[in-house]
């Protein structure tokens, strides 16, 4: 049986060794980064897509 002193010690060890939230997290960055640069092409696209439409509205007035 281990001892209450020692079990403490044994689950911050067992913690430390534990990566298997690391490629969740890793993942998650990855996505991050794509959706940021979505949200930017995005972003430029659609100020042109504006532009376009203001043009083509007065050319209607």
Same mark, same amino acid.
């Given at each position: #049986?281990?001892? @209450?002193?020692? #079990? @403490?010690? /044994? *689950?911050?060890?067992? $913690? ?6 690391? =490629?969740?997290?890793?993942?998650? #960055? !990855?996505?991050?980064? !794509? !959706?940021?640069? *979505? *949200?930017?092409? !995005?972003? /430029? ?6 532009? #376009? $439409? ?5 050319? $209607? =007035?």
């Amino acid at each position: #049986m281990i001892s @209450p002193s020692r #079990m @403490p010690l /044994q *689950i911050v060890r067992r $913690f430390v060794a534990d990566e298997s939230g690391a =490629t969740a997290i890793e993942y998650s #960055m !990855v996505l991050l980064l !794509v !959706v940021i640069g *979505i *949200i930017a092409i !995005v972003d /430029q696209i659609g100020g042109s897509l504006l532009g #376009m $439409f203001n043009a083509a509205l007065a050319g $209607f =007035t």
